[in-house]
């Protein structure tokens, strides 16, 4: 878990600066911020992009309330 503050439909603000902090010391931001781009040529570029993309992505899932899962589920890249 990345942060102890969940997303519960009206806290965004709060849970997004705590996101943003926590991605942002981890060096993993720009997965979100879109100024780390899917590889498209190297597959080991693409491959380790996958891995942390993923890793990421499950971070995300669980700092968000439960009930809230269905909407969020099924997206592939953080």
Same mark, same amino acid.
Not at 33 to 56: F, H, Q, Y
Not at 64 to 77: G, M, P
């Given at each position: 878990?990345?942060? *102890? ?5 009206k806290n965004y603000d709060l849970w997004e600066k705590a996101i943003r902090t926590a991605l942002k010391a981890k060096n993993k931001l720009g997965f979100? %911020?879109? &100024? !780390?781009?899917?590889?498209?040529? %190297?597959?080991?570029?693409? *491959? ?5 993309? &993923?890793? !990421?992505? &499950?971070?995300?899932?669980? @700092? !968000? ?5 269905? &909407?969020?589920?099924? @997206? %592939? *890249?953080?």
């Open positions: 878990m990345i942060t *102890s503050i969940k997303f519960n439909g979100i %911020d879109g &100024s !780390i781009t899917k590889p498209t040529i %190297d597959p080991e570029e693409l *491959s380790a992009w996958e891995i942390v993309n &993923s890793m !990421i992505t &499950s971070w995300i899932l669980n @700092i !968000i309330d439960l009930k809230l899962h269905t &909407s969020i589920t099924y @997206i %592939d *890249s953080a």
